[in-house]
Nanobody, 123 residues
Framework: QVQLVESGGGLVQAGGSMRLSCAAS????????MGWFRRAPGKERTIAAR??????YYANSVKGRFTISRDNAKNMVYLEMNMLKPEDTAVYFC??????????????????WGQGTQVTVSS
């Protein structure tokens, strides 16, 4: 497992942008698939984006607005969020799993989690 720490959340107006960062500790960061999940108030935690050997994945709700990226030299993964909407309000979590080329789209696929960071989009 790796230890993950998210940062960059906060309050933003609808239409604005925000970048979340996730710092990972431990070796062989490049061998992990990385995901960004989010939990909206009263809802389950679902995947927003994933970056792994199988490629980059975006949930339909964020496609075209969010961009996931990673810097393996710095053990960092990012989520750039543009054209934010009130429905993007959620706690955002960074997650990691050893990457064997699978899809890794479900919460139970991951074995390392950050503590989460709150993103609030005002209308």
């Amino acid at each position: 497992q790796v230890q993950l720490v998210e940062s960059g959340g906060g309050l933003v107006q609808a239409g604005g942008s925000m970048r979340l960062s996730c710092a990972a500790s431990g070796r062989a960061f490049s061998s992990y698939a990385m995901g960004w999940f989010r939990r909206a108030p009263g809802k389950e935690r679902t995947i927003a984006a994933r970056f792994g050997r199988s490629g980059v994945y975006y949930a339909n709700s964020v496609k075209g607005r969010f961009t996931i990226s990673r810097d393996n030299a710095k053990n960092m993964v990012y989520l750039e969020m543009n054209m934010l909407k009130p429905e993007d309000t959620a706690v955002y979590f960074c997650a990691a799993v050893p990457d064997y080329g699978l899809q890794y789209l479900k919460e139970e696929d991951y074995d390392s989690w950050g503590q989460g960071t709150q993103v609030t989009v005002s209308s």
